[in-house]
C-alpha cells in the first residue's frame, strides 16, 4: 500500500492548517501514536505555543508508551502535559462491557477539560482518523457527547494517509505501531484489575525487549495469547521457548502463540459473521 500523499489530500492537510489557525489555542489528547503526533504537529505549525498537548495517566496505560509520548512531544516542540485519573475507580470500566471505551473515553475527556478550562483553551481535539468508524468504537461517541474536535476524522483521513502525512513532515511516529490501551487486552466480561492490566504490561515489555514491532498479549483468566504481525510469526514461533517463561514470570500460567497473527481489535464484539 502507497504511503505517499496523493490527490486531493493536500487540500484536506490546508484545510485543517487554516481550521487549525483560526483557533485562539487548542488542547491536543496526546498519545504520542502517530494520529495525535500528526495532530500535534500541524496545531504547533499553526498555534506555536497556543497549542498544548496533554497525556491522560491512567492505570491503562504502559510506562515505556508514556516515555515515548514524552519524547515525541519534546521531538515535535510542543509543550506537554500530564492530568491523573484512575479508570479503576469506575464501576462501569472495571465490568467490562462492551461499552468499556465509551466510560475511559468519558472520564480522559472529563479530565482534559478541567486541565483546558484551568487553561483558558474552549478547544479539545483528538487524532481520530476516519478508518476508526470502520471498527467498535463506543468511545467515539463520548467525544462526539463532549464536542471534541477531531480534524482527521471530520476531513475523511484515513490511516494509510494520517502515515503519509507523518512521514511527509518528518515525524518519527509515522510509522509507528498501532496501540491501544491495555485493557483492550482483556476479554469483554472479564474484570479489569490492576493486576491483569499489569501483567499484560510486562509481558508486552518482553515482546518488546525482544525487538517485536506489533504485537498484542490477551489475557483470558491467566493464559496469555500472544499476537504478532503476521510477518513476525514465524520468528515468534522460533523464539517462544526463550519468551514464554518471562511471560510466565509477568504472572501468567501458560502462554500461547496465535498463528494467525495481530488482528486489531479482535477481542471486540463482532456486528456481522
Not at 469483554?188 to 525487538?211: N, S
Not at 490477551?218 to 510469526?233: F, M, N, P, Q, S
Not at 517463561?245 to 456481522?272: C, H, I, K, Q
Amino acid at each position: 500500500m502507497s504511503i505517499e500523499p496523493e490527490g486531493d489530500l493536500w487540500a484536506r492537510r490546508a484545510a485543517i492548517h487554516g481550521e487549525l489557525g483560526r483557533l485562539e489555542a487548542v488542547v491536543i489528547a496526546f498519545s504520542g501514536g502517530v494520529d495525535s503526533s500528526l495532530v500535534a504537529a500541524m496545531a504547533v505549525q499553526a498555534l506555536g505555543e497556543r497549542a498544548i498537548a496533554v497525556t491522560a495517566v491512567s492505570e491503562t496505560l504502559g510506562g515505556r508508551e508514556l516515555e515515548d509520548a514524552k519524547r515525541i512531544a519534546t521531538e515535535i516542540g510542543i509543550r506537554h502535559e500530564l492530568v491523573s485519573f484512575s479508570e479503576l475507580a469506575d464501576a462501569r470500566f472495571v465490568r467490562n462491557d462492551a461499552s468499556r471505551c465509551f466510560f475511559c473515553q468519558s472520564m480522559r475527556f472529563d479530565q482534559l477539560q478541567q486541565l483546558a478550562d484551568q487553561l483558558g483553551c474552549a478547544v479539545l481535539a483528538s487524532g481520530t482518523n476516519w478508518d476508526d468508524t470502520q471498527d467498535h468504537r463506543p468511545g467515539l461517541k463520548a467525544m462526539a457527547d463532549r464536542r471534541v474536535y477531531q480534524p482527521l476524522l471530520e476531513h475523511r483521513i484515513t490511516k494509510n494517509e494520517v502515515r503519509a502525512l507523518a512521514r511527509e513532515a518528518g515525524l518519527s511516529a509515522w510509522d509507528k505501531p498501532a496501540k491501544a490501551c491495555l485493557s483492550s487486552r482483556i476479554p469483554h466480561g472479564t474484570a479489569v484489575t490492576e493486576r491483569r492490566l499489569r501483567r499484560i504490561e510486562r509481558a508486552e515489555d518482553v515482546l518488546d525487549d525482544f525487538g517485536f514491532r506489533q504485537f498484542r498479549v490477551r489475557d483470558h483468566d491467566g493464559l496469555a495469547r500472544i499476537e504478532v504481525g503476521t510477518d513476525e510469526v514465524g520468528r515468534l514461533v522460533e523464539l517462544v521457548d526463550d519468551i514464554a517463561p518471562l511471560v510466565r514470570a509477568a504472572g501468567f500460567r501458560d502462554v500461547e502463540v496465535d498463528r494467525a497473527g495481530y488482528r486489531s481489535g479482535s477481542l471486540n464484539p463482532r456486528t456481522s459473521p
